[in-house]
């Protein structure tokens, strides 16, 4: 079987559009394309009731109540909302704790915060790439109000404990908020089993469409107050004004629905995808190194060096594949991951590390071309370096 090129290996940054999700939202981009505010008639009436049925199937999907859902821009104006809205209660500056493994939408927020003179402690990882919930819960202290620390990271695929620490939080009366963008639809997450209090994440990671997301805040009597960051008509119960973007959350919606229902079937084909093709790569290059715990990690993602090659370079001769070196966000940052710096490596190691991940469409036969254009590649470049 002829393998069509470039192979997508870069599910991690976005995720193409299910042909599923595309035509639930054909109709709303051609003849359902009223106003959800418009109130007075029938275009605006079926808007709305579009959107409704795509919160039911989000909330679905996060086991939560469709009133819990704010919909939002993406994963990256999630995080700010929820961030900078609890900031934003306070007349005076207080304490919040996080990671060092998180991405740029929770730590740069954060960053702005301390310049507003917010304290904010970044609990380290092992060199496995995994929080210890007790480092997070030791680092609580009397002022502290949230806590944020990502579910699964985005460069090295490691699947953090947020159970353990939304549980502690609650002991301490301190909010819990979660980056999930990377682990919504791809691994089990229940926000009202596992006591989550503010949770963000992106259409575009679990193939729906880019530029919408959502933000879960609890309601109920111990609900989450947040300050809105962007007001206007009052959208979204206040919280995100502005009209909404219904194609998008249509597609939200569907995409979301058929995770809930192809999850565990996704997990199982990602898993042994990822074990075949790490079994072939280790096979011609047996000093490969895999970045981050084996488990618990999401299904599809590998991040691997190879000592001796920068990935730069290792990704300039493997054109036939679209692979990458770290976050898409931060891609066009110089300098080593910030992830695999945490982990303990240095930077020309931290420099060399190649993002994989695979999807629910990767093929048997496009995995095992991989392997073997990867193989390929580092034994040419190695041999190269030889002179």
């Not at 595309?22 to 709305?48: D, I, Q």
């Not at 219904?246 to 898993?271: D, Q, S």
């Not at 000592?307 to 054109?319: F, N, Q, Y």
């Amino acid at each position: 079987m002829t393998v069509r090129t470039p192979v997508y290996l870069d599910h991690h940054a976005t995720t193409p559009l299910d042909s599923r999700v595309l035509e639930a939202m054909m109709p709303v981009l051609r003849e359902r394309f009223g106003n959800p505010a418009s109130v007075s008639h029938a275009f605006g009436w079926t808007a709305a009731k579009l959107v409704e049925e795509a919160r039911a199937h989000v909330a679905a999907l996060l086991g939560c109540r469709p009133d819990e859902i704010v919909f939002t821009s993406g994963a990256t104006e999630s995080c700010n909302l929820a961030l900078r809205g609890v900031a934003d209660l306070y007349e005076r500056p207080r304490h919040m704790v996080t990671s060092v493994l998180e991405h740029e939408a929770v730590d740069r927020p954060l960053a702005d915060l301390e310049r507003r003179g917010w304290r904010v402690t970044r609990v380290p990882c092992r060199a496995d790439g995994i929080i210890d919930p007790d480092d997070i819960a030791a680092a609580l202290c009397d002022d502290t109000v949230l806590v944020s620390l990502i579910a699964a990271q985005n460069e090295i695929g490691t699947i953090q404990s947020w159970g353990e620490v939304a549980s502690s939080c609650s002991g301490r009366g301190v909010l819990f908020h979660t980056d999930a963008a990377q682990a919504v639809g791809r691994i089990p997450l229940d926000v009202t089993a596992d006591g989550i209090d503010l949770l963000g994440f992106s259409a575009h990671k679990l193939y729906g469409p880019k530029g919408v997301g959502a933000l879960f805040v609890r309601r109920g009597r111990s609900g989450v107050r947040l300050v809105a960051q962007m007001t206007g008509g009052g959208q979204e119960r206040g919280l995100r004004s502005g009209t909404l973007n219904v194609p998008g959350i249509v597609g939200m919606g569907e995409a979301c629905r058929l995770a809930l229902l192809e999850r565990e079937e996704r997990a199982e084909h990602l898993r042994r995808l990822a074990g075949e093709l790490y079994a072939a790569i280790a096979d011609g290059v047996p000093d490969v190194r895999l970045n981050g715990a084996a488990q618990p990690r999401l299904p599809g993602s590998l991040n691997l060096s190879f000592p001796g090659l920068e990935a730069a370079g290792l990704i300039r001769e493997l054109s036939v594949l679209a692979l990458s070196t770290g976050s898409a966000c931060g891609s066009g940052r110089p300098g080593p991951s910030p992830a695999l710096l945490a982990l303990g490596l240095d930077e020309r190691e931290a420099g060399a590390g190649l993002r994989i991940g695979l999807g629910k469409d990767t093929t048997d036969e496009e995995a095992s071309f991989a392997a073997a254009r990867i193989v390929a590649a580092v034994c040419k470049l190695r041999s190269e370096r030889l002179g």
